[in-house]
């Protein structure tokens, strides 16, 4: 029980961060590796703010200050490193999002050195509860319920407000979203906004469950939910959700036994093949009609 | 001035001039034609009208504006509307989200449900599968949703690209039946046709357009009895 509470908290986590990846690359048809370098910005946003005095009302002061940090980096990135290139090879943009990523962490190592940076969140404070025989810790809760109204927050808006369903035109067909008087490029800055505070939010948790800030600290979560989203088929929202939760309960119980836990990380890319190789669209992706 | 006025326009794909200096003239009211043969670049010229394509020369005028460089979301206020070739709806949307899309840039509720009311009232079967996703629609049925949906915008200018491709005879009739109607409502239309006998009988004006240039241009009747016409695009 506690450990499958952990996972769905972690699986919320890298959901939170797989959402970035897909929403992006739903509507501008990108992938953005520089996504994991915004959760590290985030995180030294919460350093700043919070350092070693950490608890909650400043933690919720800390997540003011990272998503206004991220949100901007993540606008910045767009204009003047992507927006350029619409219309320019996959792999061009591809690169260049690579070349974003290690630039982040490369002002991350100026900045702040590349040691670990210790945050107390205060989510230590918090304790745990004892449950049916078992004790749960509250963070881990909090991050869990936390993670579920963000995403129905954000299912809401994308499938019941205006400005979704013109996110849902511009992924299905940008040209003709256009058309429509939709102006595409807003709806993809928009679009990147929602990762980028998704993203700050995802460095906070994190934070609660790993309370050290390093440069490369968006890296390995980053790749992870990057897997989660194409295991749940990237674009799809829901998709993300599914595969960014199904991945953190692998994960958790895997840990949790000790013969496997060293190979962790080996089932869960390992779960990756397998289901490309099944599902190549992912669990939940759609398989798109090529436009003639 | 005319309502859109067309002036020299050239397109190229990279080192290829697939329009090669063209001009026309739609006036209000009308219901004006471009026909020609595949690849005469009538689909070129209405995508780089709403500058979906980049134009190399040229302009274009629209009641009086100066559009040439408008990107496309910003020609739908002024009352453009273009139904694109293959129909382009959004497949994973339903038949109701498609309209509401159509009517992004309207924000009046009363006039959004008059509207939708009044294509439910045209095309009835869009009623029958307004929860139903587009892609399921049939192919006429899919150009009675892209036409619907375009004019959801209340346009003044509708620009119809191929909207018969790939319809049964049946729908055909329908569809130009409907532009008609569109039209004796007040909305201007600019049609690019590959059925060329159907595009004049219902033409006021057309041009003919060979390989990127103008080749012809008379009234919808005076097209239909030249006999070069008729040769080339009636096979009579």
């Keep these: ?292 | 001035m005319a309502f859109l006025t067309v002036n020299d326009l050239e397109v190229s794909y990279g080192l290829i001039r697939a329009i090669k200096g063209v001009s026309f003239e739609v006036n209000e009211g009308e219901i004006v034609a471009l026909i020609g043969a595949n690849g005469a670049g009538k689909t070129t010229i209405m995508h780089s009208l709403c500058n979906l394509l980049p134009k190399t020369t040229g302009q274009v005028f629209f009641n009086g504006q100066d559009i040439t460089h408008l990107p496309p979301h910003k020609l739908v206020p002024l009352g453009i509307a273009q139904v694109p070739e293959g129909r382009r709806i959004f497949q994973e949307l339903t038949v109701a989200e498609n309209l509401r899309l159509g009517a992004y840039t309207r924000k009046d509720k009363a006039e959004y449900t008059q509207t939708v009311n009044k294509m439910f009232e045209r095309f009835p079967i869009l009623k029958e599968r307004q929860k139903q996703v587009a892609g399921t629609l049939s192919g006429g049925e899919q150009q009675m949703l892209a036409m619907s949906r375009a004019l959801m915008s209340h346009p003044k200018l509708l620009l119809l690209d191929e909207p018969s491709m790939g319809l049964s005879p049946l729908y055909v009739n329908t569809i130009f039946d409907m532009i008609r109607t569109i039209n004796e409502e007040g909305t201007t239309v600019l049609l690019v046709e590959q059925n060329a006998k159907k595009a004049l009988s219902i033409a006021d004006r057309a041009y003919v357009l060979e390989i990127g240039k103008i080749a012809k241009t008379g009234t919808g009747a005076e097209l239909l009895s030249d006999d070069s016409i008729r040769r080339a695009y009636l096979g009579d």
């Design chain 1, 1 to 292: 029980m506690e450990t499958l509470i952990n996972g769905l908290s972690l699986g919320g986590i890298y959901a939170l961060i797989a959402l970035g990846y897909t929403m992006v690359y739903g509507i501008a048809k990108m992938l953005n590796f520089a996504h994991g370098d915004i959760i590290m910005a985030g995180a030294y946003a919460i350093f700043v703010v919070i350092g070693l005095q950490g608890n909650l009302l400043l933690s919720a002061a800390a997540l003011l200050v990272a998503i206004l940090l991220c949100v901007t980096l993540g606008i910045l990135t767009e204009r003047v490193a992507y927006r350029p290139l619409r219309g320019a090879s996959p792999l061009a943009v591809l690169i260049t999002a690579i070349g974003v990523s290690y630039l982040l962490q490369s002002i991350a190592q100026l900045v702040f050195k590349s040691e670990g940076l210790p945050v107390s969140t205060g989510a230590a404070s918090l304790g745990s509860v004892p449950f049916l025989g078992t004790n749960l810790k509250v963070s881990s809760l909090l991050t869990l319920g936390l993670c579920i109204i963000i995403m129905t927050a954000l299912t809401l808006f994308v499938d019941k407000t205006r400005i979704g369903r013109a996110m849902l035109a511009v992924s299905e067909d940008r040209a003709a979203a256009s058309l429509m008087g939709i102006n595409t490029n807003f709806i993809i800055t928009l679009t990147f906004a929602i990762g980028s505070a998704l993203a700050a939010f995802a460095a906070l948790f994190y934070l609660m469950q790993i309370p050290v800030v390093t440069p490369v600290l968006g890296s390995l979560p980053g790749i992870k939910a990057f897997t989660a989203a194409v295991i749940g088929g990237i674009g799809s929202i829901p998709g993300a959700m599914l595969g960014g939760i199904l991945l953190g309960v692998i994960e958790c119980f895997c840990q949790s036994v000790p013969e496997i836990s060293p190979y962790t990380t080996a089932i869960e890319f390992g779960l990756l093949i397998v289901i490309l190789l099944v599902r190549p669209v992912g669990l939940l992706g759609k398989k798109r009609r090529e436009k003639v």
